[in-house]
């Protein structure tokens, strides 16, 4: 019987199916393991070869883990709302629902096909109700919580209000807007029901704001800072501007210490770890304000260097400031708002990536500086951000390079701050001299100037210490169709929550997709949609990292109507123990997940302060493209004839992209080249040796360089098996690495050799019962070893090697010895599961499946080796190899040399002077 994987891979898919082979047990005296890639959005597209590396490398993992006797939850779902399915539902006017179904049948096509063992019972769906229901109930509690200072978490809002009733908002220690008010406990209680939600609202977890957005008109949305490229929406390359609108947010800067701190305790890859600091950004500084005394206000800044304050020549506000309008004279109206306008082209990325330009605006207006008093001129531009900080900076163009050009540029005072100037982008404070430009500070260093200036603006109640983080708050909506509803409703403008018995909060049919024609977000076209039959709901849906922020505690018990999770479930799985995805998610659905963990562990649901142990970044498979070569004509014209790869210099020609899917190691499939565009449809071909060779590069797997390998392909010609071994043998998992098709076919033959391991030459099933031999037993725990130290530290592609010289090794033993071979199915099986489990039934095992198998142990005593071939060399030169026991000491090793007749034959009479005898090393015969 011939290996055939493609009736061998079909029959075990459908037995797994069919008997929940991977169903995760609820009973749990076992250890837990739970394994989770990252979700899949379903595209319409499907998945090419280059997708299912990181799902291979966990499935490995999951096997592995089950065979070592661990309860193993490794479950699969779908990231489901989303901008694409959207897209298409805007051009053809099909909902959305629908698109996201067949994408979802189509994915799920190609999963079973590669043979994972997903727990599919656990399967979930952000877009189904069922499951945004959970996803809106946690906005809820954002909404009805606020982060107390005091005890370093979420409480819910009832006990903010406590407080306030009872002592005022003088006692409160709480992460909250700029703009509170201060008020006593009486003042509080004589506030209206209005005047205390407005309120409350700057201190809830979940709040509404004014906030400046990347709004893409044509999309009608807002975007986030990564789905805008060069100022264009990376959908669609439509133009985005900065534009102020209420908008949802969450208050992820009052967790911005602890999601620090808890990078040091959880295990990812350092370069992403690196990237969540960077983002998060703690700066320890003050608060300096610079009063504006015709608007009887002041300009709030934060600095890292407030023994520079003598040293500030301007205060620079961002274009979109709320001060800018009033400060503006008359006389620089125009050259403001014509700036303003300029800017809102520009993106949030864009601003802070160009360092190059120096540009700006004079305001026309001047502040006071906080200790000296003197005018500062207060001046915009766009390299200072609203949603940073405070919105203002204070200029010190002898401290910093940025603030350096932009006052040379402007012709602004430079005013010096110490008797030896540094002008860089991060002065070190320790090597600025004496300050000499202030009686105040005069003759101190550093470390006495800052405390001593943070005092006295403290005593002016102009500035106070404080810790800064570079990250924002999180916006929360989008003005989209397909998405979660928020669960709010507005009375008198202000937001208020449905109650939570009345969850899900479905999402309306709309007859179109689009805005509305006076600029609403799409559910604006919803008709008779109202809570109560009176008040407005919010008009946007949730983010799309809304649904993908608390995803692995749904796939713990994913049918539960009472809780999100059951506490049972919650504290048996606790966090993932590995996590395997992507690294351009490290800002965005890795540190949005961190949040709302911590989020709900202060709310008691859990006890887990991080949800993902280990993570490992899957490396890209980027793709192999071949191209033709067009022969031009004398004008440059493409002609219809076409030159292989080796002749194309002798040509004048021109590269062409051909699809990968017609080119067999390199060799061109003329017919269906001609059948690739019909303008090639009378193509001619210059070959070599009767074979048109094409060219060959690596670049990123796109439809655009014909380059995308559809998996199905493979599996059709070689077998899942094959595929999920040839994408871990390309090379490590972490790493980058070009798919190239010419080299599957040598997987695919080690697979037919594993095969003919257990059949004779005829095809018959052959296994002995007979003694394996101590070389056989060798050449097994070799394997045993190699391949549990390999996925224990994540290196699949040593594995597959591994696997190679051990068949190999083997077959030239001629081993068809059942200890030896039913050991080596168990190894294989995490890598190639639909071969080894129908050997596993072969072998007589026709109850159960091999995923209930238990891994081999490994033996070290199969290894220590008993003899050892000693070179034997005679006056330094080697002649011949003797295996002799170790444990033969030199005497008798002597004695056994002289006697041997291969010796005698070289001495050729000559007498031995000495024997030089190291033990397990060389012998040397001096004569």
Known sequence: MEYNHKSLEKKWQKFWADHQTYKTSDAHQKPKYYVLDMFPYPSGAGLHVGHPLGYIASDIFSRYKRLKGFNVLHPMGYDSFGLPAEQYAIQTGQHPAVTTEANINRYREQMDNIGFSYDWSREVRTSEPEYYKWTQWIFMKSFGSWYNKETDKAEAIDTLITKFSTN??????????????EFTSEEWKSFDEEKQQRELLKYRIAYLRESTVNWCAALGTVLANDEVINGVSERGGYPVEQKKM???????????????????????PEPLVEMQRNWIGKSVGASVKFPVPQLDAAIEV??????????????????????????????????VEAYIEKTSKKSELDRMADTKTVSGAFTGSFAKHPISGRDVQIWIADYVLAGYGTGAVMAVPSGDQRDYVFAKHFNLEIIPISDTQQIEEEADPNKDGKYI???????????????????????????????????????????????????????????????????????PEVDKYLPTESGEPPLGRAKDWKYEDQYEYELSTMPGWAGSSWYWFRYMDPKNEGNFASKEA???????DLYIGGSEHATGHLLYSRFWNKFLKDLGYHNEEEPFRKLINQGMIQGRSNFVYRVLDEEGRGTNQFVSYGLRNDYNTIPLHVDVNIVSNDVLDLEKF???????????????NGKYICGSEVEKMSKSKFNVVNPDDIIETYGADTLRLYEMFLGPLEQAKPWNTNGIEGVYKFLKKVWRLFHDAE??????????????????????KKVEDDIERFSFNTSVSAFMICVNELTDLKCNKRQILEQLVIVLQSYAPHITEELWNLLGHEAGTLSQATYPTFKPEYLVESEFAYPVSFNGKMKFNLSLALDLDQQTVEEMIKAHADVQRHLDGKPIKK??????????IVA
């Open 437 to 507: 430009n202030s009686d105040f500070i005069n003759g101190m260093t550093y470390q006495e100037a800052v405390p001593a200036l943070i005092a006295k603006l403290e005593e002016l109640k102009l500035g106070k210490a404080k810790i800064n983080f570079r990250m924002r708050d999180a916006i929360f909506g989008r003005q989209r169709y397909w998405g979660e509803p928020v669960p709010v409703y507005f009375k008198n403008g202000l937001p208020y929550l449905i109650k939570e018995e009345e969850l899900p909060l479905l999402l």
């Open 915 to 924: 024997i030089i005898f190291v033990k397990g090393k060389i012998i040397n």
């Open 674 to 688: 001609k059948n690739f565009r019909p303008d090639f449809a009378n193509a001619e071909f210059v070959l070599e």
């Open 246 to 268: 209420m908008q949802w947010s969450m208050r992820i800067t009052a967790y911005a210490d602890r999601l620090l701190k808890g990078l040091d305790t959880i295990d990812w």
């Open 302 to 335: 934060f600095t890292t260097r407030v023994d520079t304050i003598f040293g500030v020549s301007f205060v620079v506000l961002a274009p979109e400031h709320e001060l800018v309008a009033a400060l503006t004279t008359a006389e620089q109206k125009a050259e």
């Open 763 to 784: 095809g018959n099933f052959n296994v002995s019962d007979e003694e394996p031999s101590k070389a056989e037993f060798k050449a097994l725990h070799k394997i045993i």
């Open 168 to 181: 005022g908002s003088a006692a409160v220690q709480a992460v909250s807007d700029e703009d509170v008010l």
């Open 570 to 576: 919650v504290d048996y799985w606790k966090a993932v």
